[in-house]
């Protein structure tokens, strides 16, 4: 297939502004990027999308997501409004993810994978839990990540919380999937090893998590200190904050990814560095949460890998993308912090590199050799559109909704606006029914 008059925005290595541009791809692989009337002579019988000056640029990625959230929208949480993380925890989350059957997990990805269509978003790294209907759950994921036709990470969210059976099954679900994919790779389909968080995950637990991890080529995928809470824990426990236990116990590691990470002092950032470890920031939920803003430029001038996830919020990441941009200038007081060009890194380079902990191949740019994870929007600037601004027009003027056509490895997703690969009505209308029911046990505990 060869895109032709776009204007590229290709991120990536180089990074530059391509008008009157052309993708050329084959398979699901990028093969050639440069001007429509270079590209046409080196392909001319290629298919064509003619994409009649629409902005070109690659699929947003999301490097934190919780599809079985998608439930909780718009439910009334009985009695008092939490006060607190842990509340919020305890009285909606927490009951939630107990009420999903697996018929409910696989419809509530679904919803959330049309969004994701419907926005651009070609990448998502999930953390399920569903602690009633464990066995299975990653599998009932899987099969809604393959009717979609976008390309997810999976994992299952180990935690004693549901006592020590619980946390077994929650193993094995892990280890069960990653052997699954370790026998029949798929090129869209990736996975972790899910843990909760450092308050519910015993020593006991993480070690029976380590070793079972053993010879599955992961690492681990985990919240940390998304609340004051989560790190008070860890030092009255272990005399340790959190980091510096996961480290000890070998969790951390390059091929792990933690999410938040809003808590962590100086010497834990540190300990993500020397490890090579992973984060994801979610700026929207830590919003809502009311849990804090993450040290995001500090880590980054540490030489940490930062993402840009939404844990569970819509999938316009482009959202995400404005939304991480005013915090950090707001919660700092400092309209200097947080550049355009700073958030580009994160959003596309940082997420690349996480979404490179479960695909074999580059995302998150228009380059040879990289996957054909392509987005086409109808954004029309009225300002010049360079290689200097392009990161300032995507903050002030781009957003999900001007998203026509997704393509992910290849595959056309969505066009003109029509969604492909799912029907958006009956998704909707079975997702109505479920939410309901799942809505009624929740009330029920």
């Known amino acids: 297939m060869l895109i032709t008059n776009g204007t590229i925005l290709t991120f990536g290595r180089e990074k530059k502004v391509i008008p ?11 093969i050639d990027v440069g001007r429509t009337a270079d590209l046409t002579r080196s392909y001319p019988e290629a298919e064509q999308l003619d994409a009649a000056g629409k902005i070109v640029m690659p699929g947003m990625i999301c490097a934190h997501t919780h599809f079985y959230g998608a439930f909780a929208r718009g439910m009334a949480i009985p009695g008092e409004p939490p006060e607190n993380f842990m509340q919020i925890l305890e009285r909606l989350w927490w009951k939630i993810d107990r009420a999903l059957t697996l018929e409910d997990s696989k419809y509530s990805a679904l919803v959330a994978l049309v969004d994701a269509i419907r926005h651009g978003t070609t990448t998502l790294i999930d953390h ?41 099954a929650g193993i094995n679900e892990n280890v069960r999937f990653l052997k699954r994919l370790q026998a029949r790779p798929e090129p869209k389909l990736g996975g972790s090893f899910g843990l909760h968080a450092s308050f519910t995950v015993s020593d006991q637990t993480l070690a029976a998590c380590v070793d079972a991890a053993k010879g ?9 200190a998304e609340d004051k809470a989560d790190e008070a824990d860890s030092l009255k426990k272990y005399g340790q904050r959190i980091a510096e236990r996961l480290e000890e116990r070998g969790i951390l590691g390059p091929k792990t990814l933690v999410a938040h990470a809003i808590h962590v002092d100086a010497y834990e950032m540190d300990a993500f560095r020397t490890t090579q470890t992973k984060v994801s920031h979610q700026p929207r939920s830590n919003m809502n949460n009311a849990v804090g803003v993450a040290e995001v430029e500090k880590m980054l001038n540490k030489g940490i890998t930062v993402g840009l996830g939404n844990d569970g919020f819509t999938n316009n990441m ?5 939304t991480a941009y005013l915090l950090q200038r707001n919660s700092k007081g400092d309209p200097r912090v947080m550049p355009g060009d700073r ?5 596309f380079d940082n997420n690349a590199v996480i979404a490179g902990l479960f695909f074999p191949q580059p995302v998150g740019a228009l380059e040879p050799g990289a996957f054909a994870d392509i987005i086409l929007l109808d954004y029309v600037p ?6 200097a601004n392009y990161p300032w027009q995507l903050v002030f003027g781009m957003d999900g909704s001007h998203v026509t056509h997704t393509i992910a490895g290849g595959q056309l997703l969505m066009k003109d606006r029509q969604v492909l690969t799912l029907d958006e009505v009956a998704i909707a209308e079975k997702a109505t029914r479920l939410a309901r029911e799942v809505w009624q046990r929740v009330w029920e505990m």
């Open 128 to 168: 399920h839990a569903s602690p009633t209907h464990i066995d299975g759950s990653l599998d009932a994921l899987a099969e809604a990540a393959a009717a979609s036709g976008l390309r997810v990470g999976l994992c299952y969210e180990v935690t004693d919380r549901n006592g020590a059976e619980g946390a077994i």
């Open 216 to 224: 599955l080529n992961t690492g681990f995928h985990i919240h940390v």
């Open 343 to 347: 958030l580009m890194e994160i959003a």
């Open 382 to 387: 009225y300002t010049p559109l360079t290689d």
């Open 20 to 30: 009157y541009g052309a993708v050329y791809y084959q398979g699901d692989t990028i």
């Open 318 to 322: 482009f959202t995400e993308i404005h």
